[in-house]
């Protein structure tokens, strides 16, 4: 009988805005029936090399990821990008660039709540929030207007105060699609939409493909049946490899390890990151 092997592609960690520390992220992986897992925090690499030597503990491979924010017209568009050699130092040199203006946006941010609002939020306490420093952002502000009872979930501290419309909302500097992809591919990576279904408009999705985009997230905890079935359509048409993941932030649902794609697709990533 053949035994097969599933992967989760997409997580995040401590190092951007999951709950869990990679290690943590590993051992709860350790219980599902998984062979890998991708680390694919937002904007930075530096959860990778904790989760590799607890995946060598509990025999979980760990496929070396990041999940860049670029923008396109005013869509954020996330690349997925995996098997990126990550120690390369201009590649590290843009990721800090890109958390140091994640930084000072989250500091104006906390500001504009406070002189609009009066909400009375300590920088300090939204930053130990975040872990590290450079990793700041949004969803860290929601949890401490949570702990002051301000609001009762993120979702709602988004809807009110933090989502683009929202008064004290402030506009990050992003990358382009085009400038992700290329930092992705010649960081010897292999760039991917990530999931295309929420982003809403399909002809941005094609326009990104046409960018030279590698691989799409078609499975995602986030996509509905009729959408994941649509972008495994489209990729079968543009020739794009189909890759899939839990998105887990740690936060309740979903959890790694809820959405899974065959191990197979490790080895073609693998195999496109060596030759581009
Ligand atoms: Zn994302
Ligand atoms: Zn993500």
């Given at each position: 009988?053949e035994?097969?092997?599933?992967v989760?592609?997409?997580?995040?960690?401590?190092?951007?805005?999951g709950?869990?520390?990679?290690?943590?992220?590993?051992?709860?992986?350790?219980?599902?029936?998984?062979?890998?897992?991708?680390?694919?925090?937002?904007?930075?690499?530096?959860?990778?090399?904790e989760?590799?030597?607890?995946?060598?503990?509990?025999?979980?491979?760990?496929?070396?990821?990041?999940?860049?924010?670029t923008?396109?017209?005013?869509?954020?568009?996330?690349?997925?990008?995996?098997?990126?050699?990550?120690?390369?130092?201009?590649?590290?040199?843009?990721?800090?660039?890109?958390?140091?203006?994640?930084?000072?946006?989250?500091?104006?941010?906390?500001?504009?709540?406070?002189?609009?609002?009066?909400?009375?939020?300590?920088?300090?306490?939204?930053?130990?929030?975040a872990?590290?420093?450079?990793?700041?952002?949004?969803?860290?502000i929601?949890r401490?207007?949570?702990?002051?009872?301000?609001?009762?979930?993120?979702?709602?501290?988004?809807?009110?105060?933090?989502?683009?419309r929202?008064?004290?909302?402030?506009?990050?500097?992003k990358?382009?699609?085009p400038?992700?992809i290329?930092?992705?591919?010649?960081?010897?990576?292999?760039?991917?939409?990530?999931?295309?279904?929420?982003?809403?408009?399909?002809?941005?999705?094609?326009?990104?493909?046409?960018?030279?985009?590698?691989?799409?997230?078609?499975?995602?905890?986030?996509?509905t049946?009729?959408?994941?079935?649509?972008?495994?359509q489209?990729?079968?048409?543009?020739?794009?490899?189909?890759?899939?993941?839990?998105?887990?932030?740690?936060?309740?649902?979903?959890?790694v390890?809820?959405?899974?794609?065959?191990?197979?697709?490790?080895?073609e990533?693998?195999?496109?990151?060596?030759?581009?």
């Open positions: 009988m035994y097969r092997k599933y989760d592609l997409h997580n995040h960690t401590t190092a951007s805005d709950i869990y520390t990679p290690k943590e992220l590993v051992y709860y992986a350790s219980f599902r029936d998984l062979s890998a897992i991708g680390i694919t925090d937002h904007d930075t690499t530096n959860g990778i090399s989760a590799k030597e607890a995946g060598a503990d509990y025999g979980i491979e760990i496929i070396p990821g990041v999940e860049l924010n923008q396109e017209d005013n869509f954020e568009i996330h690349i997925l990008g995996y098997f990126i050699d990550y120690k390369l130092s201009w590649f590290q040199e843009i990721l800090t660039k890109i958390r140091n203006t994640r930084y000072s946006r989250a500091k104006k941010i906390v500001n504009n709540l406070n002189s609009i609002y009066g909400m009375d939020l300590d920088f300090d306490e939204v930053r130990q929030r872990g590290r420093k450079d990793n700041v952002g949004r969803p860290h929601a401490v207007m949570i702990t002051k009872g301000i609001v009762s979930s993120i979702p709602e501290a988004f809807e009110k105060y933090l989502g683009e929202c008064k004290a909302y402030v506009k990050r500097y990358l382009t699609v400038e992700g290329n930092i992705i591919k010649r960081a010897g990576g292999v760039p991917v939409l990530a999931h295309p279904g929420l982003i809403g408009n399909d002809s941005i999705v094609e326009r990104i493909i046409s960018y030279g985009i590698l691989g799409i997230e078609a499975y995602h905890s986030k996509h049946q009729q959408q994941q079935e649509k972008y495994m489209l990729a079968k048409t543009k020739n794009l490899i189909v890759t899939g993941g839990s998105d887990c932030h740690g936060d309740g649902s979903p959890m390890g809820d959405v899974t794609i065959d191990y197979e697709v490790i080895e990533l693998r195999r496109i990151a060596k030759l581009a």
